[in-house]
């Protein structure tokens, strides 16, 4: 392969850090790469982060040193992201999105992949001061938006189920009081998926009484694992009280009026 030029280089290395956001390049890495100076790739890197500042399209950080590098964080302006979330909250009071017993119908936003992604990233961007070592969720309709999450801090993610499965081999199960209904439930996640003393952030896609986030927070506890933070697409006013302290949600679903089909939902 001939040597690229400079606006060939430079879409290749944009291109490169934004499908691997938060990992850390070395400057030698690209140098070989692109058979390029180091003085040069500092040229390049420049252009990089300057362009997407410009247009509120991430943020590219540098760090010196034998271990530095270059690495893409992604992110957004914060009023294209509120601009995004405005959009979203009118899409959920949709009276068709009305389900019985009083909640919405979510899955096509959180199964459209360009949705899913911008919000796996507000999320991260929010958090990013807990710094955490994995991202937890319990199945199944929260899965796509942890795994957005953890894409966005490029972090692995931790799935629980209801029940053990054979081929996750041996398992952790605690039993948990769901939240809403005051039932006892079963929670389930192989041993091997979560290390002694890692940093947790629980994701889901809608937390009512706080009984599953409860479940997973006993779940990380149980293996050794520190919860660092628990977030949410939606939580619900009521109960007012849940039975998990310090989360953080993206909407507040005040009433849902199923007869009416009107629906009162804020972002928090």
Known sequence: MGKAKRIERVVALSKLLADHPYRLFSFSYFCKQFEIAKSTLSEDVLAVKSGLEMYGLGRVETLSGAAGGVRFIPGHREEDDRAFLEDIAQKLSAPERVLPGGMLYTTDLLCHPETVVRLGEIIMDRLRPLDPDCIMTVETSGIPLA???????????????????????STVNINYVSGSN????TMAMPKRALQPDSRVLIVDDVMKGGGTARGMQALAHE??????????????ALPERKLVDDYTTLFTLHHVDEENKVVKIEIS
Request: aromatic share 4%.
């Open 223 to 236: 293996v050794g694992a520190q919860v660092v933070g628990q977030t949410f697409l939606i939580a619900t």
């Open 147 to 169: 795994m957005q999450v953890a894409r966005a801090f490029n972090v692995p993610l931790v799935i629980a189920r209801h029940k053990s499965d054979i081929t996750e081999g």
């Open 182 to 185: 005051r039932t006892i439930q």
